[in-house]
């Protein structure tokens, strides 16, 4: 069984940095995607940043350039580094995986596996 666990979360000040982290676990023999996703008070989800299990990465126009998603294989760990942060950064942060395909940095690419999420407080 697939699981993902989100930590990192908290509260900063606009400006300040924090770093998410999501174990996956359950993954034994297939490659997989894993995209950060965030939803705002009063805001749909949308993706942050997604990586494949080689070198690609993509990120939302709003986020490019201020925050990194990066792995360690041997931890089954994926990050989100966030520098510069916005109060319009402020909301519940998911991990969520999928199995790998060519499309899976696609926007539009539907994940299948979810994290419990983890809060992330911009204030100004």
């Known amino acids: 069984q697939v699981q993902l666990v989100e930590s990192g979360g908290g509260s900063v000040q606009a400006g300040g940095s924090l770093r998410l982290a999501c174990v996956v676990s359950g993954y034994k023999y297939s490659p997989y995607c894993v995209g950060w996703f965030r939803q705002g008070p009063g805001k749909e989800r949308e993706g942050v940043a997604r990586?494949?299990?080689?070198?690609?990465?993509m990120y939302a126009e709003s986020v490019r350039g201020r925050f990194t998603i990066s792995k360690d294989n041997s931890k089954n760990t994926v990050y989100l580094q966030m520098n510069s942060l916005k109060p319009e950064d402020t909301g519940l942060y998911y991990c969520?995986?999928?199995?790998?395909?060519?499309?899976?940095?696609?926007?539009?690419?539907?994940?299948?596996?979810w994290g419990q999420g983890t809060q992330v407080t911009v204030s100004s």
């Open positions: 969520a995986a999928v199995p790998e395909h060519w499309r899976c940095l696609s926007p539009t690419y539907d994940y299948t596996y």
């Open positions: 990586i494949n299990s080689g070198v690609g990465m």
